[in-house]
């Protein structure tokens, strides 16, 4: 069964400081694999996106990585802000007959406080 | 672009009542799709569809139906609502991925429905 864990399930931290979040997946065909943010009481809105051959892509302050071999991601945050407040979803895609299908994580949900 | 627009934002149900979920996308895009998000549980597939008359059950659909008469229009009908349909529902619409498309996902605003 195709599945997305990710962990800490949550995690409070001290504004400016860094932290990493780890998604492990189990999803067969890969296809890629993308982090959302989700803010409090909105949908989630992509960050990055890693395809196979990726290790490591960065948007700003949010750094992805993926390690295809063992079926690992990471999303590392450097110099957090209190707007980072919010839930991060690791998401990987596969491919069926019917097209591109989605496998959501649980999610992480970080505070940042000041 | 309005991007997924989904309405209503909030609804309260009786047990039993009908209601339906509008969702519209102004994108073009194939797939489209609704998921329900509880608290402590990712994201989980009710139905989806990848294109206009063409729809298929995901993970939890029992006590949902869903049409695609359009490609822009998805929505979602609880039949007789329940209790345990209380959630958070998402749409979502993206390319299908053909042709090397980006497959980003774009999700509405939400619609948190809550069954007394």
């Known amino acids: 069964k195709n599945q997305v864990e990710q962990s800490p399930q949550s995690l409070i931290i001290l504004e400016g400081k860094n932290c990493t979040l780890q998604?492990?997946?189990?999803?067969?065909?890969?296809?890629?694999l993308r982090w959302y943010k989700q803010d409090t009481g909105r949908g989630p809105v992509s960050l990055t996106i890693?395809?196979?051959?990726?290790n490591t892509k960065s948007n700003g302050r949010y750094t992805a990585t993926l390690d295809a071999d063992t079926k690992q991601s990471s999303l590392h945050i450097t110099a957090s802000q209190l707007s980072d407040s919010a839930s991060y979803i690791c998401?990987?895609?596969?491919?069926?007959?019917?097209?591109?299908?989605?496998?959501f994580g649980g999610g992480t949900r970080l505070m940042v406080k000041p | 672009n309005a991007g997924v627009t989904q309405t209503p934002k909030f609804q309260v149900l009786k047990t039993g009542q009908s209601m339906t979920l509008q969702c519209a996308q102004d994108?073009?895009?194939?797939?489209m799709s609704w998921y329900r998000q509880d608290p402590g549980m990712g994201l989980r597939l009710i139905h989806y569809?990848?294109?206009?008359?063409?729809?298929d059950q995901g993970e939890v659909p029992n006590g949902y139906n869903v049409s695609r008469s359009t490609t822009e229009d998805f929505p979602l009908r609880l039949l007789s609502a329940a209790p345990s349909q209380t959630s958070v529902y998402f749409c979502?619409?993206?390319?299908?991925?053909?042709?090397?498309?980006?497959?980003?996902?774009?999700f509405g605003q939400g619609t948190r429905l809550t069954v007394v």
């Open positions: 890693m395809t196979f051959s990726e």
């Open positions: 979502a619409s993206s390319y299908l991925g053909r042709g090397g498309r980006n497959t980003e996902a774009f």
């Open positions: 994108m073009n895009h194939e797939y």
């Open positions: 998604c492990n997946y189990t999803v067969s065909p890969f296809s890629n």
């Open positions: 569809s990848v294109g206009a008359g063409i729809t």
């Open positions: 998401v990987v895609s596969y491919n069926n007959n019917a097209g591109n299908m989605l496998t």
